[in-house]
């Protein structure tokens, strides 16, 4: 694991949101030579995928209270087809 990926990994989901928009803002600009372009685009998808994984532990640990004969019970979050962001 490089040091770019440790620092990847140890950023709160808020602050690799906001890089990762910078990222975007300034390769659609279009004035980022070719060798940085890549370079950005590659720390993008650790971004991404670093924010994904965050996501993804967070829907783990939430749960619903739902009513059931009566009674309330906690049962795992599951988003459906609908929900999900692509």
């Known amino acids: 694991m490089n040091h770019d990926t440790e ?3 140890a950023m709160s989901f808020e602050a690799a949101m ?3 928009e910078h990222i975007v803002n300034q390769l659609e600009s279009g004035d980022v030579p070719l ?3 890549i370079e950005l685009f590659q720390e ?5 995928k670093n924010c994904s994984s965050k ?8 749960e619903m209270l739902t009513e059931q004969d ?6 795992a979050f599951q988003p ?3 929900d999900l962001i692509e």
């Open 55 to 62: 996501l993804e532990q967070v829907e783990r640990k939430i």
């Open 70 to 75: 009566g009674e309330w019970q906690r049962q």
């Open 7 to 9: 620092q990847v990994q």
């Open 18 to 20: 906001e890089r990762l």
């Open 44 to 48: 993008g998808m650790m971004l991404s």
């Open 35 to 37: 060798e940085q372009a």
């Open 80 to 82: 459906e087809a609908g």
